[in-house]
């Protein structure tokens, strides 16, 4: 009978003991609960503002809308630099050669189909003398070109070339530009050089001046041209020969091509 209360007597105390321990683990676990709800809440914002601030530092990329404006200003003036040099080139474009190679000496050939001449031979130099009586001038044995003018393998030249309206009979001069009132718009006149290469000028525009306009003889800026001069007796009378020739009368003509020989 002993024995058989003894366990009973455990069997209870077992069951009590359990029961406060869950008691006991309830009350524990309550409390906890509790203190987690009445914590303060400036250490919550805390502890959020500190896991914010973390997460936005390591999602943080690099994106062209976000970057510094130094840099944006640097690439800016980089851009701006770049304009500027442009142009600055435009305004100061690089001198190219005119791949036009220069002859050893400065004899020209003309022609002029409209004319029928061929191959006239064009000294460059002339004898300022008058009133001579007969062949004298370099101009009275056929065309000359004003030495003070440009050659046609030079830039922006003006090649001034000039012949008599009657000349010399038995001369390269006679009757040389006795037709040259006759040329028209369009129609070509061909210079040559030593070397072969041949320039082909159209002829653009007639001039009729006194014999003091020395202004016809000069460049003209962004021209490479011939100027054919002879005299006629005045203005508008072009058929008249003499014996006043008080006009001259200036045919002027532009390049259209070079050819260089091979």
Excluded at 21 to 48: H, N, R, T, W
Excluded at 109 to 127: E, R
Aim: hydrophobic residues 35%; contains cysteine; proline residues 7%.
């Amino acid at each position: 009978m002993g024995k058989r209360s003894d366990r009973r007597k455990f069997r209870r105390r077992r069951r009590w003991a359990g029961f406060f321990l869950l008691l006991s683990v309830a009350l524990v676990a309550f409390g906890a609960l509790l203190v987690s709800e009445i914590s303060p809440p400036d250490l919550q914002s805390v502890a959020f503002l500190s896991v914010d601030k973390t997460t936005v530092a390591r999602a943080a990329s690099v994106r062209v809308a976000d970057a510094p404006k130094a840099a944006a200003g640097q690439e800016a003036d980089e851009k701006d630099a770049a304009k500027d040099q442009a142009s600055k080139g435009a305004e100061k474009p690089e001198k190219k050669s005119t791949g036009i190679p220069t002859p050893p000496t400065d004899d020209l050939w003309m022609s002029i189909p409209a004319l029928d001449l061929y191959d006239v031979y064009v000294t460059n130099t002339s004898d300022p003398r008058e009133g001579h009586a007969g062949p004298e001038t370099p101009l009275d044995y056929g065309l000359i070109k004003l030495a003070e003018t440009g050659f046609p393998w030079q830039p922006n030249s003006n090649t001034y070339i000039v012949g008599h309206r009657l000349g010399w009979p038995g001369t390269g001069s006679y009757h040389i530009f006795y037709n040259l009132p006759l040329l028209a718009q369009g129609d070509k006149i061909y210079l040559g050089d030593v070397n072969g290469t041949t320039y082909t000028y159209e002829v653009t525009e007639f001039h009729e001046i006194t014999p003091n306009e020395t202004w016809i003889t000069g460049p003209q800026a962004g021209r490479d041209m011939v100027s054919l001069q002879t005299c006629i007796e005045n203005f508008g009378d072009y058929w008249t020969m003499g014996p006043n020739w008080y006009v001259r009368y200036i045919v002027q003509a532009d390049r259209v091509s070079v050819d260089v020989a091979k």
